[in-house]
């Protein structure tokens, strides 16, 4: 077998497994919280990935993720419906919502796309605050169920009672969306994604349907947005309309930029750094604005490729000062 092959493998499986094992070392409830937002955090910086790799720059995940999370909690509390088949549901009207928008303004191109889907994001919070006899209004719906039980008679009972169970099950799901998304990517569909992201005129010139690949890549990617808000709702077991609101958004894309948006890995571990770093400098979460703000500065301008390309960029400056002592040798 190729040596890099092996690397590859190995790599990419002690990162998959590493995961499952942190609470059998890390306990607490509010430490599992925090690891349940940081998976959460990369499903959406990875899904938000998939838009830009079409040249669409997305603020509508917040919008997304309210959607996902009343369609779910309104399936399950008002219609009684199995809380998998309502996540599911969460995760296609997001998907079909974002479809029907995108499908009109999907040829601004830039930051009048991105106004677009902020003023999608505004009017989504609006209508969850205004339709009380639907939503409850600005006090939101409370004592949403938790995830039904896995059960197999006999031989596997899971209950996700527990922040612990509940951490595993957000660990699947990305992990599901992750392998959905890299194969996208990977796929011909995905690499008409980039083409279209370098040249969207020059893909339309030799026949790529451009307005419609935009629409796709906006829905594939709403729709793990509308899945996480549903989950979201069900773990905390409440929901408000200002939950996830517009600065909740930007830090989403703040997650994507400085992880790196060129390679497939950088969201996960811009989502994976920027969540837990604000925890470990608790004393100053009052400046956690001004701190990601300071990032993402330094990111765009010192390290454009973002965190993702530090390593090559650190081998390169070795490699001249190597160079220059030489030189000087």
Request: overall charge positive; glycine content about 10%; some cysteine.
């Amino acid at each position: 077998m190729n040596k890099r092959i092996l690397i590859w493998i190995l790599s990419y499986g002690i990162l998959t497994v590493f995961p499952f094992l942190i609470p059998l070392f890390i306990t607490g409830p509010y430490v599992t919280h925090i690891l349940i937002l940081t998976v959460m955090n990369i499903i959406l910086a990875s899904s938000l990935r998939l838009i830009n790799l079409s040249g669409q720059l997305s603020l509508a995940h917040g919008g997304m993720m309210t959607i996902g999370a009343y369609t779910s909690t309104l399936l399950v509390v008002k219609l009684g419906l199995s809380s998998w088949v309502a996540l599911l549901l969460a995760g296609l009207l997001a998907a079909v919502i974002a479809g029907l928008v995108g499908f009109p303004f999907v040829r601004l191109k830039g930051i009048y796309f991105a106004i677009v889907t902020i003023f999608l994001t505004a009017m989504v919070t609006l209508m969850a605050q205004q339709w009380r006899s639907l939503t409850s209004g600005s006090y939101g719906i409370y004592n949403i169920p938790r995830p039904d039980p896995i059960v197999i008679p006999g031989i596997l009972n899971i209950t996700f009672t527990s922040s612990v169970n509940c951490y595993y099950l957000v660990l699947v799901i990305m992990l599901v969306s992750l392998i959905m998304l890299y194969a996208i990517e990977h796929s011909r569909i995905g690499l008409t994604f980039r083409g279209i992201q370098q040249s969207d005129s020059l893909a339309e010139s030799v026949g790529v349907n451009t307005a419609g690949l935009k629409v796709l890549a906006f829905s594939i990617g709403c729709f793990f947005a509308g899945i996480t808000g549903g989950f979201y709702s069900q773990y905390i077991m409440a929901i408000a309309p200002d939950t996830f609101g517009f600065l909740f958004t930007v830090y989403i894309l703040i997650y994507m930029t400085v992880g790196g948006s060129g390679k497939f890995i950088g969201p996960i571990l811009g989502a994976f750094i920027l969540t837990i770093l604000p925890e470990v400098m608790r004393p100053l979460k009052q400046f956690q604005p001004f701190f990601f703000a300071g990032v993402l500065m330094l990111v765009i301008f010192l390290m454009p490729e973002g965190i993702v390309g530090l390593p090559g960029r650190l081998k390169t400056i070795a490699g001249r000062l190597f160079k220059e002592q030489q030189e000087r040798a």
